[in-house]
T-cell receptor, first 114, second 114 residues
Framework: KQEVTQIPAALSVPEGENLVLNCSFT??????LQWFRQDPGKGLTSLLL?????REQTSGRLNASLDKSSGRSTLYIAASQPGDSATYLC?????????????FGTGTRLKVLA | EAGVVQSPRYKIIEKKQPVAFWCNPI?????LYWYLQNLGQGPELLIR????????DSQLPKDRFSAERLKGVDSTLKIQPAELGDSAVYLC????????????FGPGTRLTVT
């Protein structure tokens, strides 16, 4: 059974710092991996989607990498800003009982201090 | 383009009462998901539809939960009767096509059962 872990659970950094959020998963036979952002009381906003055949994806100040063999993905945020404060979740898509299912981590709660 | 719409945004009910949540996915999206999210946790899949067909409802507590997606567009999730432990955020998401694609989430319905 796929398990997705995100460490740390919470992180505070000063504005302008580059930072890395980690996501690890136990079953490397994933179809894709998606990073999301969730603001308090809101739904999830998709940030980046990495297919299993890809190594990384970039969008603006965000870069996500994927290493299937080691069961890890990282989300790199460059020059962090207070507006980046949110909870970041990763989710992997795996084949379970004949159907694909997204398994989510519990998230990293990020606070960027002005 | 409008995003995923959910209503109501908030609902407070007494235990043993019924409750229903409604979701309108992004236009043209064939796949619709219902997730449950407890505080501090990642979303957990309840049911996934491809068009009108429920292709994965293995995690739906069928003794009290039911869902439908008539005409393959809007969907309704119902709980009857509600229990205290059902207090959570219920998220709806949609994705284009069938199979495994990027998911787009609605704002969620926060249910409180007293």
């Amino acid at each position: 059974k796929q398990e997705v872990t995100q460490i740390p659970a919470a992180l505070s950094v000063p504005e302008g710092e580059n930072l890395v959020l980690n996501c690890s998963f136990t079953d490397s036979a994933i179809y894709n991996l998606q990073w999301f952002r969730q603001d308090p009381g809101k739904g999830l906003t998709s940030l980046l989607l990495i297919q299993s055949s890809q190594r990384e994806q970039t969008s603006g100040r965000l870069n996500a990498s994927l290493d299937k063999s080691s069961g890890r993905s990282t989300l790199y945020i460059a020059a962090s800003q207070p507006g980046d404060s949110a909870t970041y979740l990763c989710a992997t898509s795996v084949l379970t009982s004949g159907t694909y299912k997204y398994i989510f981590g519990t998230g990293t709660r990020l606070k960027v201090l002005a | 383009e409008a995003g995923v719409v959910q209503s109501p945004r908030y609902k407070i009910i007494e235990k043993k009462q019924p409750v229903a949540f409604w979701c309108n996915p992004i236009s043209g999206h064939n796949t619709l998901y219902w997730y449950l999210q407890n505080l501090g946790q990642g979303p957990e899949l309840l049911i996934r539809y491809e068009n009108e067909e429920a292709v994965d409802d293995s995690q739906l507590p069928k003794d009290r939960f039911s869902a439908e997606r008539l005409k393959g567009v809007d969907s309704t999730l119902k709980i009857q009767p509600a229990e205290l432990g059902d207090s959570a955020v219920y998220l709806c998401a949609s994705s284009p096509g069938t199979g495994v694609h990027e998911q787009y989430f609605g704002p969620g319905t926060r249910l409180t059962v007293t």
